[in-house]
Nanobody, 126 residues
Framework: QVQLVESGGGLVQPGGSLKLSCAAT????????MGWFRQAPGKQREWVAG???????GYADSVKGRFTVSRNSAKNTVYLQMNGLKPEDTAVYYC????????????????????WGQGTQVTVSS
């Protein structure tokens, strides 16, 4: 089945950098959108950055100029390069994608659905 697998989180000092990866695996017909969210303890999950249905790239104001999203369509993978990290960036980061699965047995496309990665912890602290 379709899964999103995240990697790249860790502990970094303020001003440091990390690069997160999110790979969509399984039987996939198409990926309509893909992006990143984050959630700090006691706070609501918020959108960080990602590609829209029109392949437009957007960033939350809090990360503009510091974070960069890229993708490798052939590998169904999206990346989040995080530079100039601040303590307020500390959160669990989740990859999210709207994916149309492919049914190998019937050779048909399924219905679009939202998928979430398992989350990866990013901690920015001295």
């Amino acid at each position: 089945q379709v899964q999103l697998v995240e990697s790249g989180g860790g502990l970094v000092q303020p001003g440091g950098s990390l690069k997160l990866s999110c790979a969509a695996t399984g039987s996939i017909f198409s990926i309509n959108m893909m992006g990143w969210f984050r959630q700090a303890p006691g706070k609501q999950r918020e959108w960080v950055a990602g590609f829209t249905d029109r392949s437009n790239l957007g960033y939350a104001d809090s990360v503009k100029g510091r974070f960069t999203v890229s993708r490798n369509s052939a590998k169904n993978t999206v990346y989040l390069q995080m530079n100039g990290l601040k303590p307020e960036d500390t959160a669990v980061y989740y990859c999210n994608a709207r994916i149309v699965p492919f049914n190998i047995a019937t050779a048909t496309a399924g219905s679009p659905d939202d998928y979430w990665g398992q989350g990866t912890q990013v901690t920015v602290s001295s």
